[in-house]
């Protein structure tokens, strides 16, 4: 074989291998937009697709089983989503799958999740169209993420204020922190409070074993509770108190309609009580009642010696000794 | 206004001009009609395919151990260099995509395309300035062979042809090399590496990218040819016209680059 066929040999290897690198690469780049298998289109709508591209991948339960071939604008609210998935799917993927725009990785393209459906529902067929769930909005979350950052740098402004307040001694909190008197105080307040907290632990002690008893029907709470009969008689004494006070009541009511006759004037006691020249009257009067009874006793010996009376003394005498 | 009233006399705007810019015109023009006379001398018989075939060998086969070379160090180093910042940043299976849209879309075509402007622009440069010198092409016309043809037609195209396969076979090795590398950083199968090399590649990575290498091959053809066809007499014309052909196709390529990279934006495939 002479030179020039042995190296027309080389450059037909050269270039048989470089084409079928050739034809290596374009397949490869091709089998991953399914350029070369067999596909069905599927649709799915929605109202915000978030950067979603032609060529981005659809995965079914994380894998790989299509591509997006088309997003057109329908509407002003809706985005219509052309779907190439892989034909064998055809026996996967159910009617009432949905479908929704996820992100590959954190910082990766946009691509469509379909998710399984349920079991009893029918396969999906060429030209469907699944139903989508919304997808979170990144920019929503960031808004309300920036809102919470503002709060928090206001949140941190504050607080930097206090601290510096503190710091510089000024404000109430910086007395409580550096003042030896209230914390001296303070600790005076939590020996007390500690005291207190151990008197109402030997309360609760006492009272546990006060309910105790009264559990085992000991004591007077103990009888109480558990003796029937003394409970029949607290009834019938609380029944007698309830019937006491309703008379106490009525009594009430009684006498406040007599002292409302009393304050209004009307009846003799309110005349004995208002009007002062009555009442200087009666004074007089039982004055000189007073002075009558004290002359009664000589008046009715007296009478005892008159001769018009004697008699009826005399008999009255003798009844009384019988 | 042309200031003398001769018939081929230059127009006053040329005469005005300073002697670097209007040689470099010149230049500019003077490579044009080679180019052009190319096209007319290619389109029409009598073919040169044996000699289209055997600078197919020449430009082509034995570029293969120098290209191969560089690019399998290029896909190494170049994995090596980027790891660590996207092992920084918890990416690190990003690298075999990151590596692979770099190669199949920029590094491989133009340093791949540097190189052969370098190895085959030298080497036609002095091949035809050294013919030029020993008139070899006057003999040639004398003799009734046409040396345009026989000569520039035949390195032009083969060069158009052989430096994207040049590029693609590069793009492999330098891809191996990648995977080399990341293999020895860490545990990666040859399949899942390429997978994810692919996997992130589209047609518009690599098709605008297989597109201008073939004008990268027909410029480094046509500039080796104009330089070495239009050699000054003597030794010192011929080493002239290959360092000059090296140094402008060089920068053809990068210019050509930068338009590339403008259309490929244009039409939206970046």
């Given at each position: 074989?002479?030179?020039?066929?042995?190296?027309?040999i080389?450059?037909?290897?050269?270039?048989?291998t470089g084409?079928?690198?050739?034809?290596i690469?374009?397949?490869?780049?091709g089998s991953?937009?399914?350029?070369f298998?067999?596909?069905?289109?599927?649709?799915?709508?929605?109202?915000d697709v978030?950067?979603?591209?032609?060529?981005?991948?659809?995965r079914?339960?994380?894998?790989?089983?299509?591509?997006?071939?088309?997003?057109?604008?329908?509407?002003?609210?809706t985005?219509?989503v052309?779907?190439?998935?892989?034909?064998?799917?055809?026996?996967?993927?159910k009617?009432n799958?949905?479908v929704s725009?996820?992100?590959?990785?954190?910082m990766?393209?946009?691509?469509i999740n379909?998710?399984?459906?349920?079991?009893?529902?029918?396969?999906?067929?060429?030209?469907?169209?699944?139903?989508?769930?919304?997808?979170?909005?990144?920019?929503e979350?960031?808004?309300?993420?920036d809102?919470?950052?503002?709060n928090?740098?206001?949140?941190?402004t504050?607080?930097?204020?206090?601290?510096?307040?503190?710091?510089?001694?000024r404000?109430t909190?910086y007395?409580?922190?550096?003042?030896?008197?209230?914390a001296?105080?303070?600790?005076?307040?939590?020996k007390?409070?500690?005291?207190?907290s151990?008197?109402?632990?030997?309360?609760?002690a006492?009272?546990?074993?006060?309910?105790s008893?009264?559990?085992?029907?000991?004591?007077?709470?103990?009888?109480?509770?558990?003796?029937?009969?003394?409970t029949g008689?607290?009834?019938?004494?609380?029944?007698?108190?309830?019937?006491?006070?309703?008379?106490?009541?009525t009594s009430?009511?009684?006498?406040?309609?007599i002292?409302?006759?009393?304050?209004?004037g009307s009846?003799?006691?309110?005349?004995?009580?208002?009007?002062?020249?009555?009442?200087n009257?009666?004074?007089?009067?039982l004055?000189?009642?007073d002075?009558?009874?004290?002359k009664?006793?000589?008046l009715?010996?007296?009478?005892?010696?008159?001769?018009l009376?004697?008699?009826?003394?005399?008999?009255?005498?003798?009844?009384?000794?019988k | 206004?042309?200031?003398n009233?001769g018939?081929?006399?230059?127009?006053?705007?040329?005469?005005?001009?300073?002697?670097?810019?209007?040689?470099?015109?010149?230049?500019v023009?003077?490579t044009s009609?080679?180019?052009?006379?190319?096209?007319r001398?290619?389109?029409?018989?009598?073919?040169?395919l044996?000699e289209?075939?055997?600078?197919?060998?020449?430009i082509?086969?034995?570029?293969?151990?120098l290209?191969?070379l560089?690019?399998f160090?290029?896909?190494?180093?170049?994995?090596?260099q980027s790891?660590?910042?996207?092992?920084?940043?918890?990416?690190?299976?990003?690298?075999?995509?990151?590596?692979?849209?770099?190669i199949?879309?920029?590094?491989?075509p133009?340093?791949i395309?540097?190189?052969?402007?370098?190895k085959?622009?030298?080497?036609?440069?002095?091949?035809?300035?050294?013919?030029?010198v020993?008139e070899q092409?006057?003999?040639?016309?004398?003799s009734?062979t046409?040396p345009?043809?026989y000569?520039?037609?035949?390195?032009?195209?083969a060069?158009?042809l052989?430096?994207?396969?040049l590029v693609i076979?590069?793009?492999?090795?330098?891809?191996?090399?990648?995977?080399l590398?990341v293999?020895?950083k860490?545990?990666?199968?040859?399949?899942?590496f390429?997978?994810?090399?692919?996997?992130?590649?589209?047609?518009?990575?690599?098709?605008?990218?297989f597109?201008?290498?073939?004008?990268f091959?027909?410029?480094?053809?046509?500039?080796?040819?104009?330089?070495?066809?239009n050699s000054?007499?003597g030794?010192?014309?011929v080493?002239?016209?290959a360092?000059?052909?090296?140094v402008?196709?060089?920068l053809l390529i990068?210019?050509?680059?930068?338009?590339?990279?403008?259309?490929t934006e244009f039409?939206?495939?970046?």
């Amino acid at each position: 074989m002479n030179k020039e066929a042995l190296n027309n040999i080389r450059l037909g290897i050269f270039v048989i291998t470089g084409t079928v690198l050739l034809i290596i690469g374009l397949y490869l780049i091709g089998s991953n937009r399914n350029i070369f298998g067999k596909t069905f289109t599927v649709y799915a709508t929605f109202r915000d697709v978030n950067g979603l591209l032609n060529g981005n991948n659809v995965r079914f339960a994380g894998i790989k089983v299509g591509t997006v071939d088309k997003v057109e604008i329908v509407n002003d609210t809706t985005v219509k989503v052309k779907m190439t998935i892989e034909k064998k799917m055809l026996q996967v993927i159910k009617k009432n799958s949905m479908v929704s725009i996820g992100t590959d990785g954190l910082m990766g393209d946009k691509l469509i999740n379909i998710e399984a459906g349920t079991p009893d529902a029918a396969f999906i067929e060429e030209g469907d169209e699944l139903a989508s769930i919304p997808s979170l909005n990144m920019d929503e979350m960031l808004r309300t993420l920036d809102i919470t950052n503002k709060n928090v740098a206001i949140i941190s402004t504050n607080l930097k204020n206090i601290t510096q307040n503190i710091s510089e001694g000024r404000g109430t909190l910086y007395t409580v922190l550096n003042d030896t008197t209230i914390a001296a105080q303070l600790r005076h307040t939590l020996k007390n409070i500690d005291v207190v907290s151990n008197n109402i632990l030997q309360i609760s002690a006492d009272l546990n074993a006060v309910v105790s008893e009264a559990k085992n029907g000991k004591g007077l709470l103990g009888t109480l509770v558990k003796d029937t009969v003394m409970t029949g008689d607290l009834g019938n004494a609380i029944k007698e108190i309830k019937t006491a006070g309703e008379q106490i009541n009525t009594s009430a009511g009684e006498l406040k309609i007599i002292l409302n006759k009393v304050n209004t004037g009307s009846g003799t006691i309110s005349t004995l009580i208002n009007d002062t020249a009555s009442a200087n009257n009666l004074k007089r009067s039982l004055v000189n009642i007073d002075s009558s009874a004290q002359k009664l006793p000589a008046l009715m010996e007296a009478l005892k010696h008159n001769f018009l009376f004697k008699a009826y003394f005399k008999k009255q005498e003798k009844q009384n000794k019988k | 206004m042309p200031q003398n009233s001769g018939k081929n006399a230059a127009p006053f705007w040329i005469s005005a001009m300073p002697a670097g810019l209007k040689d470099f015109l010149l230049e500019v023009g003077d490579t044009s009609r080679f180019a052009g006379r190319f096209f007319r001398e290619f389109l029409f018989p009598p073919y040169e395919l044996r000699e289209v075939i055997r600078q197919c060998f020449e430009i082509g086969y034995r570029s293969l151990p120098l290209v191969g070379l560089t690019a399998f160090i290029i896909g190494l180093v170049l994995t090596l260099q980027s790891r660590p910042t996207l092992v920084e940043f918890g990416a690190e299976s990003w690298l075999p995509a990151m590596v692979g849209i770099s190669i199949i879309r920029e590094i491989g075509p133009v340093i791949i395309a540097l190189i052969c402007a370098g190895k085959i622009g030298s080497r036609i440069g002095a091949e035809l300035g050294s013919m030029k010198v020993t008139e070899q092409i006057d003999a040639m016309e004398v003799s009734g062979t046409n040396p345009f043809k026989y000569i520039v037609v035949s390195r032009i195209i083969a060069t158009t042809l052989m430096i994207p396969l040049l590029v693609i076979i590069g793009d492999a090795i330098a891809l191996y090399g990648s995977f080399l590398a990341v293999k020895f950083k860490g545990e990666v199968s040859f399949t899942l590496f390429f997978h994810q090399v692919f996997h992130s590649t589209e047609f518009s990575d690599f098709i605008p990218a297989f597109i201008k290498s073939f004008f990268f091959g027909f410029a480094i053809g046509v500039i080796g040819c104009y330089k070495g066809y239009n050699s000054k007499k003597g030794t010192e014309g011929v080493g002239e016209s290959a360092n000059s052909a090296v140094v402008v196709s060089s920068l053809l390529i990068f210019i050509l680059d930068l338009i590339a990279v403008q259309i490929t934006e244009f039409f939206g495939y970046i």
